[in-house]
């Protein structure tokens, strides 16, 4: 008798148990930080972040190598997007920024590097207008999609802007070579600090910080040294960190968070700018199509 | 109702102007198009480029004497416009659409295509890229 009821009360609370189940699975969603507002600089103009908004899963699992390291393997939208996944597997492409409130003060002279007033010459003014490179750290707020390729001596990331911009980053922690001929790209070396991927970067070409700004562009210098910190947080969301040090610039390093979230569907495209920029400085080449014939 | 849908056009175009700056527009849009001389134009999709760095497509304007001027507009660049929706088949040549945006600063019949109306009323943003962030501007 006892065992009977056992048996309805065990079949009846199952539906009720299944239920609870799927409506944490699939319920339940939270934002991964708080929608907040980043701003220019200069003018102050800001931009509005909204946080990636994930499921609340049970059992999600860190995807891991062979090796047992977090695997960061993946198409994903970086900084330069507001990360609320829509319908098709998209979410919104932004032009932003590092936030100014969270820089510390400029050290005499530093303000000079880092904000250009507008020139009229492009090369100061939009270098990529003229497809010249984003560089890095530029090319962290790219509004398209970055594939993160990793081996196990190797981290490849390849970004669809610009030209297909892409780093190839050793994660055996080996010392910086000496006397590093500034590059767009600098040189990066990765290593692990338990589930998370440092990358320490040095030997960057004085260059474009971020994006454009209202009445000009802002600079990092030659002795930027940028360290970024990577690991997973949530099923397809990847905490994606930046360190600047620029001693040149600022008075004492500083960091921002940002997230990086996963596209199954996506695929990186060829991007190649000079194939068809015909307005580039102000003055359009005529397509065939406008040609009298 | 011509009219009307005209007025609801103009009225969108106005408030994503005033809505959607970014920190500034992208890939120099502002070395390229003037952004005090917006161009509206009628017509008929000639061909459409689709290429990097941004796609382009030319639309057939007759005026009324009947003479015919070839427009072309820069839209968003090939893969943000498929991740918004927007494929190669989306425009389709000989179609009538009503095109807005900025024109070119030579003064060329080329301009930014910020607003694209087919002619069921569906609007399509092949120039915006910042559509759906609103910054909050600030004195």
């Known amino acids: 008798m006892v065992m009977r009821k056992s048996v309805v009360a065990f079949f009846a609370v199952l539906p009720l148990v299944a239920c609870m189940a799927l409506f944490t699975q699939f319920s339940f969603s939270q934002d991964l930080g708080q929608v907040h507002e980043v701003c220019s600089p200069h003018e ?249 014939r | 109702m011509t009219g009307k849908f005209l007025n609801l056009t103009a009225a969108s175009f106005v408030v994503l102007l005033f809505t959607t700056t970014p920190f500034i527009a992208h890939h120099s849009e502002a070395a390229q198009f003037d952004t005090t001389k917006p161009v509206k134009v009628s017509g008929v999709v000639k061909k459409v480029e689709w290429m990097n760095p941004h796609i382009w497509f030319y639309i057939d304007v007759k005026d009324e004497k009947g003479t015919v001027t070839t427009w072309g507009f820069s839209g968003l660049p090939p893969g943000m416009a498929i991740r918004k929706g927007f494929t190669k088949d989306t425009l389709k040549v000989g179609e009538t659409v009503v095109v807005q945006g900025f024109r070119a600063k030579d003064g060329s019949n080329n301009a930014s295509g910020n607003i694209l109306t087919f002619a069921d009323g569906r609007q399509v943003f092949p120039g915006a890229l910042e559509l759906g962030t609103v910054p909050a501007n600030k004195p």
Request: proline share 10%; with cysteine.
């Open chain 1, 44 to 292: 102050g103009r800001c931009l509005t972040i909204r946080p990636p908004r994930v499921p609340a899963t049970l059992n999600w699992k860190m995807p891991r190598t062979r090796d047992g390291k977090p695997d960061f393997t993946g198409v994903y939208a970086g900084a330069g997007f507001n990360h609320q996944v829509g319908p098709n597997d998209t979410d919104t492409p932004i032009i932003r920024g590092f936030d100014a409130k969270i820089m510390p003060p400029t050290k005499p002279g530093g303000d000079a590097i880092l904000f250009r007033p507008t020139t009229g010459d492009l090369k100061i003014d939009d270098p990529i207008a003229l497809c010249l490179p984003y560089g890095f750290t530029s090319q962290i707020f790219s509004p398209y999609a970055q594939q993160w390729i990793q081996a196990p001596e190797h981290l490849v990331i390849r970004h669809e802007f610009m030209n297909n911009f892409s780093r190839v980053i050793p994660l055996d922690n080996r010392p910086h070579p000496k006397d590093l001929e500034p590059t767009w790209g600098g040189h990066s070396v990765g290593h692990w600090e338990g589930d998370t991927l440092v990358i320490d970067t040095v030997g960057l070409k004085e260059w474009w910080l971020d994006n454009p700004h209202p009445n000009g562009s802002l600079w990092h210098s030659d002795a930027a040294h940028v360290i970024e910190r990577v690991k997973w947080v949530a099923p397809r969301v990847v905490s994606y960190e930046v360190a600047m040090d620029d001693p040149k610039i600022w008075t004492k390093p500083w960091t921002e968070q940002f997230h990086m979230v996963l596209h199954p569907t996506w695929e990186l495209l060829e991007f190649v700018c000079n194939e068809n920029d015909r307005c580039s400085q102000g003055n359009c080449v005529e397509s065939d199509a406008q040609k009298k």
